[in-house]
């Protein structure tokens, strides 16, 4: 991929949390992902865990257990602009390889359009 990329950044504070893979937390959290087109949310289930990423304003439901919730706040967004081809290689080492050589830690997650990457808000 030599073409320059382009990204977008999502100034609004995220908030990444870890929950445990049940359809009851599932059915609890669905409706938080209903939110205005700006804001960044994603929802991942896997075996092992659930995984929402959320705007840092939005509160979890008090009927989750606290201790079945790790979270991680201050988190930010850059989309790359446009969207991907699924036959492009490359295109997540070349945003996330300058922040490796930086230590800034990131979290990624790919759409069928995009990739993201999330930094820690202190390093934006």
Excluded: C
């Excluded at 289930?45 to 659930?50: N, Q």
Aim: glycine letters at 4%; aromatic letters at 8%.
């Amino acid at each position: 991929m030599s073409s320059p990329l382009s990204l977008v950044y999502y100034p609004e504070p995220l908030a990444i949390h870890r929950l445990a893979p049940d359809a009851t937390t599932i059915a609890r959290v669905a409706p938080l992902l209903e939110t205005n087109s700006n804001s960044v949310v994603s929802l991942t289930v896997t075996p092992s865990e659930f995984s929402v990423i959320l705007p840092a304003v939005v509160q979890l439901p008090p009927e989750i257990s606290r201790s079945e919730i790790q979270t991680e706040t201050g988190w930010r967004a850059f989309a790359i602009s446009g969207q991907l081809d699924f036959a492009l290689v490359g295109v997540l080492v070349k945003v996330i390889g300058p922040l490796k050589d930086a230590a800034i830690s990131v979290f990624t997650l790919s759409t069928y359009d995009t990739d993201w990457v999330l930094v820690k808000e202190n390093v934006v």
